[in-house]
């Protein structure tokens, strides 16, 4: 990733890809305190368009609130980075992530005295889970990490530190042949991916485990609007994990996941074990939505 052509925004200025560093000492690296965003753009018919801007500037706020980082920039300074991220690097559409930490101006867990950075890179960026994930959907285990407790780690900001968790998760998922983990949370009630909310479809009706400890997702709240469109109802209560070896569909949401359905959950097929009808109909009316398709959610887009 390191050795490539673009530009990279920290702290204001834009660096050449290549020297965008940062020195070995710096804070984030060693304790893990700093909040981080993901967000996609998307080719549109008037040319690149950022999905959600307002709403990802704002979660990348809320969550350095909640770890006590005082943001050095503005909301409008960010939302132009992320703007200019795509646009410096040329690119169609793409992932964004904006990152904020905690730099080498001192070591010791006590961050004060440690300077609040801001970095925003941008790349291209296909499925996340695979073309082939996206069409015809992935098989996911239930991890042996569980979910955060939402008292040992703060579940509503976006923390880098809280993705150890995920990593250990998804590791052992991929290193045992599946596509994707799936986390419990500490009572054992189906929380989230490791970077996805998840979505069951049981008889027309789509159920989705109540936010707690899972990470309040952007694509999520789309969801909901478009399934409302769409005629559905969502219910939030806690899952357990048989129900979703039952359900009738299953499907992952997320900024890199986009909508992605599961058609296998701990070597138990989902339904068919083709993606379900309800989660099809979702996809489509949400790449409608973020190619610039679907003209009653234009506010939900902002050209780069
Ligand atoms: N949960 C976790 C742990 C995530 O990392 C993400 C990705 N940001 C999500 C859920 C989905 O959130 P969003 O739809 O805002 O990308």
């Not at 015809?136 to 530190?161: E, L």
Request: hydrophobic share 40%.
């Amino acid at each position: 990733m390191e050795d490539r052509d673009g530009w990279i925004w920290l702290d204001g200025q834009w660096l050449p890809w290549r020297e965008a560093r940062v020195h070995a000492l710096t804070h984030t690296l060693h304790y893990g305190l700093g909040c981080f965003e993901g967000l996609r753009a998307y080719a549109t018919p008037r040319g690149a368009a950022i999905f959600r801007l307002d709403d990802h500037v704002e979660r990348l706020f809320e969550s350095a609130h909640i770890l006590g980082l005082d943001m050095p920039f503005d909301r409008d300074a960010l939302r132009q980075a992320c703007r200019d991220a795509i646009r410096r690097n040329a690119l169609a559409g793409g992932y964004i992530r904006p990152l904020v930490f905690l730099g080498a101006e001192k070591v010791g867990v006590d961050p004060l005295g440690a300077a609040v950075h801001v970095m925003v890179a941008a790349w291209a960026w296909g499925a996340y889970l695979g073309d082939n994930g996206l069409e015809r959907g992935i098989r996911v285990k239930v991890a042996s990490f569980a979910r955060h407790h939402v008292n040992v780690q703060m579940c509503r900001a976006k923390a880098v530190s809280t993705y150890t968790n995920s990593i250990l998760a998804c590791r052992e998922a991929r290193q045992e042949g599946y596509d994707e983990a799936l986390l419990l949370d500490t009572d054992g009630f189906v929380a989230e991916g490791p970077g996805e909310n998840v979505f069951l479809v049981k008889r027309g009706v789509i159920y989705e485990p109540e936010i707690t400890s899972a990470l309040d997702g952007i694509t999520r709240r789309t969801l909901h609007t478009l399934a409302r469109e769409a005629g559905y109802e969502i219910v939030a209560r806690r899952i357990t994990r048989d129900e979703l070896y039952i359900a009738d569909e299953v499907f992952f949401t997320g900024t890199a996941a986009e909508i992605t359905p599961v058609v296998e959950v701990d070597r138990r097929r989902v339904g068919s074990g083709q993606p379900g009808a309800i989660t099809r109909e979702l996809q489509r009316r949400f790449f409608a939505c973020v190619r610039g398709e679907d003209e009653r959610h234009a506010d939900w887009l902002t050209l780069a």
